[in-house]
Each structure stands twice: as C-alpha cells, then as structure tokens.
C-alpha cells in the first residue's frame, strides 16, 4: 500500500482557500486518493476520493494531476470550523487489498485562524 | 446516513483489568475495525473482521483480542489492561463505495489505565 506525505501542519485566515498537498510517489495503477477530516475527540471522517483529473463536492475538491503522485485537496473560503486535522490515504479498489489496510499517516493539522 | 456508535466515550480502569470496548453499526456493513490513536502516531489498526465470527489481525494485535458474533457488533477485548494503552481508540465499519471503501468512524473512546 502506497505511503503518503503530508506537511504536519498549515495556518489560514477566515475566507481563505486552502490548499493541502500530499505526495505519494509510490502510487499504484488500480490505487484511488481519499481524504479524511478528524476534528478532536471524533473519528475521522470521509470527504472526498478521486482517481485523476478533478473531483469536487459540497465540501472540497481534490485536484490530482497526470503521473498521480500528488494530490491536492483545496477548501474554499475556510472557516474556523475547518480546524481539523486532514488526512491523505491511497489504496487499492480491490476490496481484497483495501481491506484493513488503510494507513492514515500523521495527517495535517490545519488552524484557521479568525 | 451511517450510524457507528461506541459503548463508552470516556472509561478508567486499573492495570490488569480486563476491559471490553463495544462497537455498533446499523447499515449491515459486512466490515468492522478497531483502531487506536496516539499523539504523533497517526490511527494504527489492531484488528479488522470481515464478517461474522471471522477476524484478522492489523499492525497492533498484541495485548488485544476481538469478537463478532453478531454483524452489527464487534467488541475490542483487552485481556489484561497496561498503562501504554491508555489511548483512544475508534472503531469503523465500510461501505463499498464508488472507489473503494469508505470507512465510517465512531466518536472514539479515550481510555486511561492507571
């Protein structure tokens, strides 16, 4: 399974877009790219999964460019609610292979700040 | 939308207890997980179940065991409780998505063994 990189951490102002780069050069070719969101004292939570080009929904989008080996999810306008902390996965669309395998790293603890 | 609870939010115990954390979904996810989460560790899988009565072991089993006699239910056993882990631990179950699973997380339980 594909390990991820992300910066520890990232600091933004209300109203901002944010953007949170995550390498994974080891990527394999049936491997998808998920972000999770973890605010404190919670368990993680989906926000978005692609495969290459672009993919947005009401929260992010995920911008992921040709040789896939990075990714990079962006939140408009941030607010302080988005302090959380945000993390990259890959893995495989084989169930047999995703299962139970999904490393979540250190994440990136983003602050927003008023 | 999907619904993972867990038994206990907060929960105290003394070294050598033995100590059940109980974990419930009620969307028939065929797979269910338990992880543990410390501070600059990121999540770590201590074990995962893909259906009943089946379970395998993740990165962390050691000190720990596990049980799933029913779908929706799948308990975390620690025989005999140590001082390192104190930690909280999560439990999640998956929904085969688009891409690949997406696991849905309970709000964690954050033990402490004195």
């Known amino acids: 399974l594909a390990k991820t990189t992300q910066p520890i951490s990232m600091d933004s102002y209300e109203g901002q877009e944010v953007n949170i780069t995550c390498s994974h050069n080891?990527?394999?070719?049936?491997?998808?790219i998920t972000w999770y969101q973890q605010f404190p004292s919670q368990g993680p939570r989906f926000i978005i999964q692609?495969?290459?080009t672009k993919v947005t929904n009401e929260v992010a989008s995920l911008f992921i460019p040709a040789d896939r080996k990075s990714s990079t999810l962006s939140l408009p306008r941030v607010s302080l609610s988005d302090t959380a902390v945000y993390y990259c996965?890959?893995?495989?669309?084989?169930?047999?292979?995703?299962?139970?395998?999904?490393?979540f790293g250190r994440g990136t603890q983003l602050t927003v700040w008023p | 939308d999907v619904k993972v609870t867990q038994s206990s939010r907060y929960l105290v115990k003394r070294t050598g207890e033995k100590v059940f954390l109980e974990c419930v979904q009620d969307m028939d996810h065929e797979n269910m997980f338990w992880y543990r989460q410390d501070p600059g560790l990121g999540l770590r899988l201590i074990y995962f179940?893909?259906?009943?009565?089946?379970?395998e072991k993740g990165d962390i089993p050691e000190g720990y065991s596990v049980s799933r006699e029913k779908k929706e239910r799948f308990s975390l056993i620690l025989e005999s409780a140590s001082t390192n882990q104190t930690s909280m631990y999560l439990c999640?179950?998956?929904?085969?998505?688009?891409?690949?699973?997406?696991?849905?997380f309970g709000p964690g339980t954050r033990l402490l063994v004195l």
């Open positions: 999640a179950s998956t929904f085969r998505g688009e891409y690949q699973e997406t696991q849905y």
């Open positions: 692609g495969y290459k």
């Open positions: 179940s893909y259906d009943v009565k089946m379970k």
């Open positions: 996965l890959v893995g495989d669309a084989d169930r047999g292979s995703t299962l139970g395998r999904l490393y």
């Open positions: 080891n990527i394999a070719t049936n491997d998808y």
